[in-house]
């Protein structure tokens, strides 16, 4: 019987209802589904596997040491001394975290100098600083559309974009991957019926390894007045001859783009994501945008290590002309020897196009039996029968590295 409460005698009368197993919901089963498929294969699970060690290059898995191409370490910068012996003075000055929002507990004079630097070095007046890339794009874009506005997004965006505009109540269409074409017709057909419109892609897109027409697409925006929003967390560091981005890569003024995105966790070797803009666009953020007001602010050594690795990027471009070099190389191996790399430009993540989950799981276990570890990707990440090895290419890989790499996959 209930203790006697607030509307009990109805509650009485309710009878009585079990919550469902988290088991039986779907998703579990699903991943359920899954991991049965790969045993019934052969296949070990290849996720969350455990590193016992990891350095520049190299991981160690079960034992066995891998030449690493599972990291989007782009710029070998996760264990560069300077990068690690900021972070180490950062804690002895200001301990491990910050304990809440920085509208609560403040800020530290490196979040602003952190802030300043990236707005600058990426061309914009100012730029805002998020517990990670994910909540960067999740907050951002549910703070800036709303019901009455429209997202229109490319298809092969990142979840974080969709579940900011899901979060939003926006209406949201995707438009077939950077196909202008689909885009203009989306915007033809819906244009007069929303308030704001937010377009929202990858600079380089993180399945496919290729770029938009940001020309193109910057003239579509400013014709049917929309806001864009580029997430480039893949493009930092790694296009453009300084590694600005995907703005330098196509040559645009970076202004034009109103919204940019990045991370602090691939190329700039730390942790956290970022939205550079306007200054408006930062102050509406930074007093409005829920993963930052209510949320804890980056710990010290986090934003030292991501301010160290900016500093180290500007000062070296070398890094990136290295990654490039590497990159193109390892690309032009792939495309000789007849690998399916899709739509890929080949900076920086180089895709092998497998299509099935099995042959993917299958060609994975190869490739690490002969001592290297790139990453794979299934569906959701990817579409259906478009599973894929990624070879996240690092400026670090010696040519030998990228050259019996190529040859593994060969075999
Ligand atoms: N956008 C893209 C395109 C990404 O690939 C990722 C991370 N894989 C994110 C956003 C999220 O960034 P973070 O890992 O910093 O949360």
Redesign the pocket.
Known sequence: ALRPFFGFQKAERFGHREAAAFSDTSRFRSIRQYQMLGQSWGIENPFFKIQESRSKRSVTIDGKQLVNFGWCDYLGLSDHPEVMAAARSAIDAFGCCISASRMISGSLDMHRQLETELADFFGFENSLTFV????A?VSTIATLVNKGDLVIHDEFV?N?AIVGARLSGAEIKPFKHNDLESLVRLLLQNRDSFQNVLIVI?GLC?TEGDCVDLSGLIEIKEKFGCWLMI?D??GVGVLGESGRGVAEYAGVDPRKIDIFMG???KSLAS???FIAGNADLIELLKYSAPGFVYSVGLPPAVTAAALASLRILKREPERVHRLHDNSKLFFRDCRARGFDTGTSIGLGMVPVIVGSVKNTGKLLERMQEQGFNPSPIIYPGVRFNASRLRFFISSEHSVDELQSCAEALSR
């Not at 990670?132 to 909540?135: R, T, V």
């Open positions: 990670s890339g994910h909540a794009n990142h974080s990858e993180s997430d967390a893949h991370t602090l966790s942790c956290g994501g």
